[in-house]
C-alpha cells in the first residue's frame, strides 16, 4: 500500500463491522507498539461541544508556544483533518509510516502473539497516537470518538480530562438515558487527576463516579464560574481570575460553557502547562473550527453547523433565532437513521420555510424521501398551521444548489445535520454564495 486512499480502504476491509465496544485489541497493539507520551495528554468527551473545547484549548496553547498536538474526529472533507501538528494538519505523507507500523504490530506480535482484528477507528486512531507520540509536543488534545470508558483514546491516561455537555445520542452503544451515557463519558477520568466538568446540569453518575475514583473534580458553578454582559465576561477559578474577555471567535451562546471549560482545564494543569492572560484573549479571539455555526458571508447567507442531534439542533435554533430577520430560510439536511429525526425536526421547523433533504454516502444515513415523509407527517400532526414544501436530492451539493437557485440574495441557507451532510458542501472549499437574482 502506498497511498493514504490504499491505507484507509484496507482498514476499511479489515473489520466485519464498523463500531465495536472495548480496549483489549487497541490496547494489545499499543502495547506492541511501546506507545506512550512524554508530555500531558488532554482527553475530551461530551454529547456536544467536544470539537470547539478541543479547539479553543489547542488555540489558547499554540498563542502560550507551546507545541501542540490534537486528534480530532470525524472529518469534514479530508481525513488528514483529524491530526493537526503545532496548528498544521498533517500530511498524507506524514501518517504513511505509522500505518505502516501499525499493520506490521497487529498482524506480527511476536512470540506466538496472535493477529488483531482493529475497527476503521482503533486502527486510525493508533496511527495518529503514534505519530503523536514521536512528534516532540509540549500537549496533546485526544477527542473522544463515541462515548469515553470503551473509546480507542482510553487506553492513554489523561492527565486532565473535560467532559462538555451531555445529552441523549448513540443509543444503541451508550445507553438511553443521560445517567447511562454520563457514566460512559466519566470513563475518561483518572484517579487523583484534574477532571473538568463543564456540563452546568452533568448527570449525577459523572460526579459518583469522579468521586469514587478520587478525581480532582473542577464543575462550572462550584469550582469555577463565568459572567459577563454583551460586550465581554470574565472567569474566576481556583486562585485565578480573567476579565473583560472578548466572546470566543466561535459563534454560539453555548461557545462560552466549552471555553469556561477550557479555562479550567489550564489552571489544573499550571503547574506544567502555564498560558498568560494575553495567551488567553487571542487564543480564543483567533480559534477556528468548521461547521460549528459558522456564518458565510454571502447574497444569501450560509450557515453550516454539523448540528446531529436534539441537545445540539436546540442549540443551533437558538442561534439561528438570534442572527435577526431573513424572508425565507431554507435549510439543507441530512443525518444518519438512528437518530432521533422527528425531535430534531419539531424543533428547529418554526425557523425554516423550505426544506432541502439529501442523501448521505453512507449505510447509516437515513434517505432524503424518507426524511420528506418524516417532515410531512411532522406537519400533518401539527395540523398545517404552516405549509412548508420539502424535496428530496441525492447528495449535498444538489440540495445547496437547488436552494440557492431558490433563494432571493436576503435569504439565509443553513446546511445541518450530519458531518457528511457539511462536508458534502465543503468538498471545493468554502462557497460563497450568490444568488441569481442579483442579475
Aim: a negative charge; hydrophobic letters at 45%; one cysteine or more.
Amino acid at each position: 500500500m502506498h497511498t493514504l486512499s490504499d491505507w484507509l480502504a484496507h482498514c476499511e476491509r479489515l473489520h466485519p463491522i464498523g463500531i465495536e465496544m472495548g480496549l483489549d485489541r487497541v490496547r494489545e497493539v499499543a502495547r506492541r507498539l511501546d506507545l506512550r507520551f512524554d508530555c500531558p495528554v488532554v482527553t475530551v468527551a461530551g454529547t456536544n461541544g467536544k470539537g470547539s473545547t478541543c479547539a479553543m484549548f489547542e488555540s489558547i496553547a499554540l498563542q502560550a508556544g507551546w507545541k501542540t498536538g490534537l486528534y480530532t474526529s470525524p472529518h469534514l472533507v479530508h481525513f488528514e483533518e483529524r491530526c493537526r501538528v503545532r496548528g498544521e494538519i498533517v500530511s498524507a505523507e506524514a501518517l504513511l509510516p505509522h500505518f505502516a507500523a501499525v499493520e506490521q504490530a497487529r498482524t506480527q506480535g511476536g512470540e506466538g502473539a496472535g493477529e488483531v482484528s482493529l475497527t476503521y477507528f482503533e486502527f486510525t486512531t493508533l496511527v495518529i497516537l503514534r505519530l503523536l507520540s514521536q512528534a516532540g509536543l509540549d500537549v496533546v488534545v485526544l477527542e473522544v470518538g463515541l462515548g469515553g470508558r470503551l473509546d480507542a483514546t482510553n487506553i492513554v491516561d489523561a492527565d486532565c480530562a473535560i467532559i462538555t455537555s451531555i445529552d441523549i445520542d448513540h443509543t444503541g452503544f451508550l445507553g438511553n438515558t443521560r445517567e447511562l451515557i454520563g457514566f460512559e463519558k466519566a470513563g475518561i477520568l483518572r484517579p487523583g487527576r484534574p477532571a473538568v466538568v463543564s456540563d452546568p446540569a452533568p448527570p449525577a453518575s459523572v460526579l459518583r463516579h469522579a468521586e469514587a475514583i478520587g478525581a480532582d473534580v473542577w464543575r462550572t458553578g462550584t469550582d469555577f464560574n463565568i459572567s459577563g454582559d454583551k460586550q465581554q465576561w470574565g472567569w474566576a477559578g481556583r486562585g485565578r481570575r480573567y476579565s473583560g474577555l472578548a466572546y470566543p471567535a466561535l459563534r454560539g451562546a453555548n461557545q462560552l460553557v466549552n471555553a469556561a471549560g477550557v479555562l479550567a482545564a489550564f489552571e489544573a494543569l499550571r503547574d506544567r502547562l502555564p498560558v498568560t492572560a494575553q495567551a488567553v484573549r487571542t487564543g480564543l479571539a483567533l480559534v477556528e473550527l468548521p461547521g460549528r455555526f459558522q456564518i458565510v458571508p454571502g447574497q444569501p447567507t450560509l450557515v453550516l453547523d454539523v448540528a446531529h442531534n436534539p441537545h445540539s439542533v436546540a442549540a443551533l435554533a437558538e442561534n439561528l433565532d438570534a442572527m435577526g430577520f431573513f424572508p425565507t430560510t431554507h435549510a439543507v439536511f441530512g443525518a444518519m437513521a438512528d437518530k432521533d429525526l422527528g425531535q430534531m425536526l419539531a424543533r428547529i421547523s418554526p425557523l425554516v420555510d423550505r426544506w432541502y433533504f439529501t442523501d448521505l454516502p453512507i449505510p447509516r444515513a437515513e434517505t432524503a424521501t424518507h426524511l420528506c415523509g418524516k417532515w410531512n407527517a411532522l406537519q400533518m400532526v401539527a395540523g398545517g398551521r404552516r405549509n412548508v414544501p420539502a424535496q428530496a436530492f441525492p447528495g449535498p451539493q444538489a440540495a445547496l444548489d437547488a436552494a440557492v437557485a431558490a433563494a432571493d440574495p436576503a435569504d439565509r441557507i443553513v446546511v445541518f445535520g450530519s458531518f457528511h451532510t457539511v462536508g458534502g458542501v465543503l468538498q471545493d472549499g468554502v462557497p460563497r454564495l450568490h444568488a441569481k437574482h442579483l442579475g
